[in-house]
């Protein structure tokens, strides 16, 4: 039996979130659990003594035996989970979709029933309807169950340190009681076949400036592979030094190898290839510039670690979720310039006890001309989250993180050291319940998902933000690459879909320019809007008006003088500018490099506002933070334009013979099993993909009785295959979800 420590006391608080009692006593009552994960092969792994491999999949098997005194009719058994998903949707009714349910016991006289939690902390409750469960006797549980067809559950997709409580209650107590052997650990690790290798460098250097260079390598579910032992191989080009032809990693290296006197002597776009057991790769480019007047910084606005009391997703300091910790994976692993892992949802009696780590990792971490530390938090006032961003670290134990919009504005609003950033994720902003004063920064790519539709709301309302990306990150690693995660779907709140649409876990990027990587510089930047975001990809971009920066606010009186650059890290597929809430113009480049010069008339302006979006051919992203246009005269109409997310027809051939075509039986088993079918109309296999997330199939269709343009990317290479929705063709974020997914579930059309 384990010992109670401090970390057992700490699940106190979990009743406050859970329909739990409000009292609660660790670890008193003789009950013991064995924890199985059970393979597909037929391998029964001792989950609480073996590692798991994450994204394994098969059944969990759960057996709790009663060891000291009998459990009568009215009592519950609770089992609780922290810092990990035991499954992706716990369910009870339905035996052929995954993550069913059930229990059996070698009881006799105990009728048991089994219910699903209601919150993400309470994971399932056994119910003791009538009868004794005595002693001796025991209870087994079963997560994902396939004997009726079920394709069972999975181990969960991050690396990390997770933890089983076990509760009981007796009739008409309101107390619940841990299990002597509380807690339960579970140790979660990466894959042992890498899947994904990363190299990367600055974005602009000075000829002959020593650099570093980060490789890394990564598992299928994008989790470092710590105990590679491979090697690769580099094939630099001309004209750059400093780095091996070839590496071969030690256990020391734990996955991350950093070259740092890497220097290239003569200007040019440089991205630096090399070869692994995952394949081949390509740094991202690399512009070197004789006496750059600015350089590009990139790094994470918005992310988390430890001390998270809602999703219990980060409720214990395991090692990789600390502040500390967090800022090392940015620097180190994410090659990040600057970051902001966040405090969220403090537990208002720990509120100092969270928030003094995260300020010393801040103060310990701070190094200008190699990295800058910020300290945050998340607020969730009902108007909709917001990642409150300090400039310095010193900042007191802030208050209440549930306080209303108007409370939270009139705290920060007169400061320039502090900034609210508008957030995408799990609560967008309700402009419509309080108009904020001023909204500085804007994620139109997060975690969750790409929300251009979020920016132009946000513009149409008059704001003028900055532009940024972020992860959301809750586990897995501040600066990893983007990962297909199964833990929380987008849809499954607002609208009528399954909670199990996969999010584009990490990934998401804030490109700042600034002549300087110092916290001076870097919140001058921030506030001045020079700033852009992309999904993921390191891509460079750079845009002038009239050779004004991007986020300038301009005068159009006459011809405006617009100049585009970009470097992607694959094929440019398409650009588009954007005016107001039209598209202007498009490009289709179909190449790694891209530049542009024209002009445009007062009367060629049709908006407010003007930014350039760019896709790569494998679905990665690139936004520039808009131009604010100041019409002298009215804004113009301008005839035969495209609307900003307006896509064209698009004639769907359900049934058309490619690639995606051998992968459509399974998807539609797949929607027959687990969603509602019959909204599904016209599925179109469109062909396979490489994405940084994985291969995929991709199909289009039109969803509900609204004929709602989507796309389905179907991540047919993990066990449990993934999928991923995105309403319109193409997913930079074409719909307003908290228009449309609010108004569905009302109209209780497809219950």
């Keep these: 039996m384990h010992p109670i420590n401090d970390a057992t006391k700490e699940y106190i608080y979990l009743q406050r979130r859970t329909a739990y009692p409000q009292h609660y006593i660790p670890g008193r009552l003789a009950f013991h659990m064995d924890v199985h994960f059970e393979t597909l092969a037929g391998e029964r792994i001792d989950a609480l003594n073996q590692p798991l491999i994450t994204g394994t999949r098969g059944t969990w098997i759960l057996r709790i035996s009663n060891q000291e005194s009998d459990l009568k009719a009215g009592s519950a058994l609770a089992l609780i989970r922290f810092d990990t998903q035991i499954a992706f949707a716990l369910q009870t009714h339905a035996p052929r979709s995954r993550d069913y349910c059930t229990i059996s016991s070698s009881s006799s006289g105990a009728e048991l029933s089994l219910s699903v939690g209601s919150s993400a902390v309470n994971l399932l409750t056994i119910h003791i309807v009538s009868g004794v469960l005595r002693r001796g006797e025991d209870i087994t549980l079963h997560i994902g169950d396939r004997s009726r067809g079920s394709v069972g559950s999975e181990v969960f997709w991050s690396a990390t340190e997770g933890q089983f409580l076990l509760a009981i209650s007796e009739p008409d107590q309101k107390l619940f009681v841990g299990a002597l052997s509380n807690p339960h650990s579970l140790h979660l690790v990466h894959h042992p076949i890498i899947r994904y290798a990363r190299l990367l460098g600055p974005t602009v250097v000075a000829p002959g400036e020593a650099f570093p260079l980060h490789f890394s390598v990564f598992d299928r579910n994008r989790n470092l592979v710590e105990d590679y032992g491979g090697t690769v191989d580099f094939t630099p080009p001309e004209g750059v030094w400093g780095m091996p032809d070839s590496h071969a990693f030690s256990p020391s290296d734990r996955g991350l190898k950093i070259f740092n006197e890497v220097h290239i002597k003569t200007p040019g776009v440089y991205r630096i290839p090399g070869t692994s057991e995952a394949g081949s790769f390509n740094s991202n480019p690399i512009i070197v510039q004789e006496n750059p007047r600015s350089r590009v910084y990139w790094g994470d606005v918005h992310a988390h670690g430890w001390g998270d009391s809602t999703m219990h997703l980060m409720h214990l300091p395991s090692p990789k979720l600390t502040p500390l910790s967090r800022h090392h994976q940015a620097r180190d692993i994410g090659r990040f310039d600057f970051s902001c892992p966040a405090a969220m949802s403090m537990d208002p009696d720990r509120r100092d006890d969270i928030w003094r780590p995260y300020r010393e990792a801040c103060e310990e971490m701070d190094e200008p001309g190699r990295y800058v530390p910020f300290l945050g938090y998340e607020a969730h006032p009902q108007e909709g989250d917001r990642q409150v961003i300090f400039k310095y670290y010193e900042e007191p134990t802030p208050p209440s993180m549930r306080l209303p919009m108007p409370q939270l504005e009139s705290l920060y609003d007169e400061r320039d050291d502090v900034m609210l950033e508008v957030h995408i ?183 407010k506002w003007l930014y350039f979006r760019l896709q790569q051919v494998d679905g990665e992203y690139g936004w520039t933070t808009p131009f604010y246009l100041e019409h002298v005269d009215e804004i113009p109409q301008v005839e035969g334009l495209s609307r900003w997310n307006d896509d064209g027809p698009l004639k769907l051939r359900p049934g058309t013979g490619n690639a995606a075509a051998a992968h459509q039986p399974q998807l539609e088993r797949y929607l027959q099993r687990e969603e509602s079918d019959a909204l599904f109309s016209d599925l179109t296999p469109i062909g396979v993909i490489d994405t940084p997330p994985g291969r995929c199939a991709l199909f289009l269709c039109y969803w509900g009785e609204e004929r709602l343009p989507m796309s389905i990317r179907w991540f047919f290479e993990f066990e449990i295959p993934k999928i991923r929705y995105d309403f319109g063709w193409r997913d930079y974020g074409t719909l307003d979800e908290l228009e449309w997914g609010p108004k569905l579930m009302e109209e209780k059309r497809y219950e």
């Design 425 to 607: 994720g799990g609560d967008p902003p309700r402009w419509d319940l309080h108009r904020t004063r001023r909204e500085r920064l804007l994620e139109v790519s997060s975690g969750f998902g790409n929300a251009e539709w979020l920016l132009q709301k946000a513009l149409n309302l008059g704001y003028r933000p900055a532009l940024c990306g972020a992860s959301d990150l809750h586990l897995g690693l501040m600066g990893g690459p983007r990962a297909v995660e199964t833990f929380r779907g987008r849809f499954g709140q607002k609208y009528p879909m399954q909670q199990r649409d996969a999010a584009y876990g990490t990934g998401p990027l804030t490109a700042i320019y600034s002549s300087e990587l110092s916290r001076d510089f870097l919140w001058h930047a921030l506030e001045t809007r020079r700033t852009y975001a992309t999904s993921g990809a390191r891509i460079y971009l750079e845009a002038t008006a009239n050779r004004q920066p991007m986020g300038t606010q301009i005068p159009v009186r006459d011809a405006l003088r617009i100049a585009f650059s970009s470097h992607a890290c694959a094929s440019i597929d398409r650009v588009d500018m954007i005016c107001g809430n039209y598209r202007l113009r498009s490009w289709r480049p179909s190449a790694l490099d891209f530049s542009i010069e024209f002009e445009l008339t007062p009367k060629e302006l049709p908006g």
